[in-house]
Nanobody
């Protein structure tokens, strides 16, 4: 059974940084695409960082490029999201997601969100 558990969310001041972590169990990351998504109602869910072994690339939309970085630790089986220079508009519930076997590139996963496994989500609140 594949499970994803996010941690590291909370309150951060505008301009600050936060690091989210996702512990993945039940599947190794060698052949697993992973990504971070966010949703702040009434906005639609948005992929903010994805990586896929099939193309070996990292992808993020322009809204967070240069500020958000996804990384994986295949020994610990974790997926981290480093977020820097956070404005209030980054406030959202952030979700970790995974897809096995990896069936598409990182951009495809982030744009369409077709991943099988999802965490429960964690709130990031950027506020003074």
């Amino acid at each position: 059974q594949v499970q994803l558990v996010e941690s590291g969310g909370g309150l951060v001041q505008p301009g600050g940084s936060l690091r989210l972590s996702c512990k993945v169990s039940g599947v190794g990351l060698d052949q697993t695409a992973v990504g971070w998504f966010r949703q702040a109602p009434p906005k639609e869910r948005e992929g903010v960082a994805c990586t896929a072994p099939s193309d070996g690339s990292l992808w993020s939309p322009d809204s967070v490029k240069g500020r958000f970085t996804i990384s994986t630790d295949k020994i610990k089986n974790t997926v981290d999201l480093q977020m820097n220079s956070l404005p209030p508009e980054d406030t959202a519930v952030y979700y970790c997601a995974a897809d096995y076997p990896d069936g598409g590139g990182s951009a495809w996963y982030c744009r369409y969100g077709f991943l099988k496994f999802w965490g429960q989500g964690i709130l990031v609140n950027v506020s003074s």
